[in-house]
């Protein structure tokens, strides 16, 4: 029994080093691997005077939905997401009231209808007469003058219609142009109130950046200036141009409303989402700083670093401190020395100590 266990335990361990032997083989094979990049040599640039203002995405067109009347909210027709086109019905408030209103109404233009009816009949017949000389001006004085009551009725009784069908409207409301709902603020059962936002509807695809820029700065933002925007949540940038520049901080505490209109882009853009906008002063450089591409960053959790060239033409990760992001680069504050050189693009995977060698791209 001895002697079997010991050529078990022999088998064993021949079988583990077999195994070791071929891990080493392969990472051996893994780190002979040579990956071709392409380098670019650390220098230092001179940076302009940018203007750094927080700001957030909205979309260009959005409407807050409310309604001018008060009342239970019967249906609620559409949910968050749903897309909605031009007139579509959204939601209904109940409308009993205008319903036995409108029942009134439409009595009143019947009744008003037969009444004109008859004063223009009498009206025709005694203008004849009077033309014949058959009646006096008097009596068709007073008969014009029941004729011109009898209309004026009939037109308030269907001026009173059209009120109440445009009441119609606020109960039953409907979307204001193509979009998607982006908000809820209602249930049905509750009660909708004049002015009360009841759904929020934006139309999709074009966006702007509302920011609040303070009066010591806001002389040098002008209306069409090319400005780049870095939103944080995406970490991507996206170029603008200044739409408006607000006049009066009257109701703003000193700052400055400014708008930038966003280019089309393919960036996954939200409503709400925060921006930080570059508005560039047009003053001369203020120092030098180093820069590398955006597209050059590894990311490791919360931590952001290059890969550069050691001595022994390998990949070695070098952890960095990051400043300010303008339009595709962003600032090192420290991490890399001047004349040092970093990847910038390769063509195999990357890892610490991987061997490379240099192509022109």
Not at 17 to 45: F, I, L, W, Y
Not at 156 to 167: F, I, P, T
Not at 210 to 222: D, F, G, H, R, T
Not at 270 to 287: D, N, R
Request: one cysteine or more; proline letters at 2%.
């Amino acid at each position: 029994m001895k002697k079997i266990n010991y050529i078990l335990l022999l088998t064993g361990v021949l079988a583990l080093a077999v195994s070791c032997g071929g891990n080493d083989a392969k990472v051996a094979a893994h780190t002979t691997d040579v990956v071709p990049v392409q380098v670019r040599t650390v220098a230092k640039e001179d940076r302009g005077a940018l203007l750094m203002v927080s700001g957030t995405v909205e979309a260009v067109k959005s409407s807050a939905i409310s309604t001018r009347m008060m009342g239970y909210m019967d249906r609620i027709y559409v949910n968050v997401g749903d897309k909605v086109r031009k007139g579509q019905l959204l939601l209904s408030i109940n409308n009993a009231d205008l319903s036995a209103k409108l029942a009134q109404v439409n009595a009143g233009i019947t009744e008003a209808s037969v009444a004109f009816s008859n004063a223009e009949k009498d009206f025709n017949r005694y203008t004849t007469l009077f033309n014949e000389t058959s009646a006096s001006q008097k009596e068709l004085d007073d008969i014009s003058a029941s004729y011109n009551m009898a209309k004026a009725r009939l037109e308030s009784a269907k001026q009173m219609k059209n009120e109440v069908n445009a009441q119609f409207s606020y109960a039953n409301i409907r979307a204001p142009f193509n979009g998607v709902v982006t908000n809820k603020f209602i249930n049905a059962g509750d009660m909708a109130n004049p002015g009360m936002p009841l759904l929020e509807v934006e139309a999709p695809g074009n966006f702007q950046i509302l920011a609040m820029v303070p009066e010591s700065e806001i002389s040098q933002i002008k209306v069409d200036t090319e400005v780049d925007v870095l939103v944080k949540s995406l970490n991507e940038s996206v170029s603008g141009k200044v739409a408006e520049v607000s006049t009066s901080a009257k109701s703003t505490g000193g700052q400055y409303l400014v708008k930038v209109l966003l280019d089309k882009t393919e960036t996954n853009l939200m409503s709400g989402m925060y921006a930080t906008v570059q508005f560039p002063t047009g003053e001369k450089a203020i120092s030098q700083a180093v820069f590398v591409p955006l597209e050059a960053i590894v990311k490791r959790g919360q931590l952001s670093g290059i890969y550069t060239v050691s001595q022994n033409n390998t990949a070695l990760l070098r952890w960095l401190r990051l400043g300010r992001t303008f339009g595709d680069r962003v600032e090192v504050l420290s991490g890399l020395s001047p004349d040092e050189q970093y990847i910038i693009g390769s063509q195999g995977k990357l890892y610490n100590g991987a061997k490379i060698s240099l192509y022109v791209k």
